[in-house]
T-cell receptor, first 109, second 116 residues
Framework: DAKTTQPPSMDCAEGRAANLPCNHS???????VYWYRQIHSQGPQYIIH???NNETNEMASLIITEDRKSSTLILPHATLRDTAVYYC??????????FGGGTRLMVKP | EPEVTQTPSHQVTQMGQEVILRCVPISNHLYFYWYRQILGQKVEFLVS????????KSEIFDDQFSVERPDGSNFTLKIRSTKLEDSAMYFCASSEVGRVTGNTIYFGEGSWLTVV
């Protein structure tokens, strides 16, 4: 499985963009990058996923580098409710999500 | 928006008792999963299930665990003889297809199991 590396924690000011980085240098050509978040022990919530191209949905944008070795999740206007642990996961061929430690994002007023 | 629902939200049980956690996956989904999260630790994969049989299971999913889809809507996790270390939040999840990257797995809100 491709391993991901994320900073353990980040702060962001309310209303500003939150940019969460993830390194996945061993990713294979057909493996997708997924982002989930977990708000205070609730069920992991799907945010976005991508393969090569940048993706955007109503929650966030995902920027994947051309070599696919890293990506950035962008929350364009972070709110206090975006405080959560954010997980960057490379989905393996067995379709099992392997959760690491994630990044604990604290959005501050 | 369709969602995965789990019951009970919280259960307290005596050590050695059997526990059944229930899940209703999203209706058109075919792959089902159980994950667990011990307090303060990572979310861990337990088992995946497709076409009425286990597809994958982790080392955690030993003989005391079993899964079943007893009817067309429910998906259950049974723990035969609970131990203190089984205390955790158990998450059910489902996806439309499996073994295909690009497919999204959706999680329920969890069942918190406390073994005393």
């Amino acid at each position: 499985d491709a391993k991901t590396t994320q900073p353990p924690s980040m702060d962001c000011a309310e209303g500003r963009a939150a940019n969460l980085p993830c390194n996945h240098s061993t990713i294979s050509g057909n493996e997708y990058v997924y982002w989930y978040r977990q708000i205070h022990s609730q069920g992991p919530q799907y945010i976005i996923h991508g393969l090569k191209n940048n993706e955007t949905n109503e929650m966030a944008s995902l920027i994947i580098t051309e070599d696919r070795k890293s990506s950035t999740l962008i929350l364009p206007h972070a709110t206090l409710r975006d405080t959560a642990v954010y997980y960057c996961i490379v989905l393996n061929a067995g379709n099992m999500l392997t959760f690491g430690g994630g990044t604990r994002l604290m959005v501050k007023p | 928006e369709p969602e995965v629902t789990q019951t009970p939200s919280h259960q307290v049980t005596q050590m050695g008792q059997e526990v059944i956690l229930r899940c209703v996956p999203i209706s058109n989904h075919l792959y089902f999963y159980w994950y667990r999260q011990i307090l303060g630790q990572k979310v861990e994969f337990l088992v995946s299930f497709y076409n009425n049989e286990i597809s994958e299971k982790s080392e955690i999913f030993d003989d005391q665990f079993s899964v079943e889809r007893p009817d067309g809507s429910n998906f259950t996790l049974k723990i035969r003889s609970t131990k203190l270390e089984d205390s955790a939040m158990y998450f059910c999840a489902s996806s439309e297809v499996g073994r295909v990257t690009g497919n999204t797995i959706y999680f329920g809100e969890g069942s918190w199991l406390t073994v005393v």
